[in-house]
């Protein structure tokens, strides 16, 4: 079955660029989502099709694919960003996520 | 603006089936995919399994052989029912909406509130 990567947990400092990276075997042949889940509440989409941000999202938030590597970036990181991230794409019409990764701002 | 809200018994017995129902407002059933999305408590989300107009399903392989998902579209509802659950099936379930537009999907938007899922005797 496909297998999504994230790392665990990354740190960043107030203000500072953060990246999440999502490895995955020809990843870049495929359209990746990324959410954000706080605790408590439920995932909220804030990249599709690779770098798209939804209405409502803000432009902080970028995203890119490429040589199997989707990246989130986080421009101006702030303390209400901390939050658990999931990388998500389709593999034949399944829908796989990866482990996610923990976003602390410290 | 779209809502979607899940429903159903909290607690399950091992070995019985965890039946849930979505409902959705705000538009219309038939022209989008609706997922069944789970979280174990402290861990990462697994997708279930989607359906597609009435009646075009897709699980994931892990758990085909367990789930069942349908939609009614008179009630504006989708279901899901997962079959001979043990203690590791227990999680925060969600539903969520999926859209392709252009032949490419978009994600998960809107997702329910979740609603907690106990396996337990």
């Known amino acids: 079955s496909y297998v999504l990567t994230q790392p665990p947990s990354v740190s960043v400092s107030p203000g500072h660029t953060a990246s999440i990276t999502c490895s995955g075997d020809?990843?870049?042949?495929?359209?990746v989502c990324w959410y954000q889940q706080k605790p408590g509440q439920s995932p909220v989409k804030i990249i599709y099709?690779?770098?798209k941000r939804p209405s409502g999202i803000p432009e902080r938030f970028s995203g890119s694919n490429s040589r199997n590597i989707a990246t989130l970036t986080i421009s101006g990181t702030q303390a209400l960003d901390e939050a658990d991230y999931y990388c998500?794409?389709?593999?034949?019409?399944?829908?796989?996520f990866g482990g996610g990764t923990k976003l602390t701002v410290l | 603006q779209v809502q979607l809200q899940e429903s159903g018994p909290r607690l399950v017995k091992p070995s019985e089936t965890l039946s849930l129902t979505c409902t959705f407002s705000?538009?219309?059933?038939?022209?989008?995919?609706w997922s069944w999305i789970r979280q174990p408590p402290g861990k990462g989300l697994e997708w279930i399994g989607d359906?597609?107009?009435?009646?075009?399903?897709t699980y994931n392989p892990s758990l085909k052989s367990r789930v069942t998902i349908s939609l009614d579209t008179s009630k504006n509802q989708f279901s899901l029912n997962l079959h001979s659950v043990t203690a590791a099936d227990t999680a925060v379930y969600y539903c969520?909406?999926?859209?392709?537009?252009?032949?490419?999907?978009?994600?998960?938007?809107?997702w329910g509130q979740g609603t907690l899922v106990t396996v337990s005797s």
């Open positions: 998500q794409t389709w593999d034949s019409s399944t829908v796989v």
């Open positions: 705000g538009g219309s059933l038939s022209t989008y995919y």
């Open positions: 969520a909406r999926d859209e392709e537009q252009l032949g490419h999907k978009r994600g998960f938007d809107p």
């Open positions: 359906i597609f107009k009435s009646d075009i399903t």
């Open positions: 099709q690779d770098s």
């Open positions: 020809e990843l870049d042949h495929k359209y």
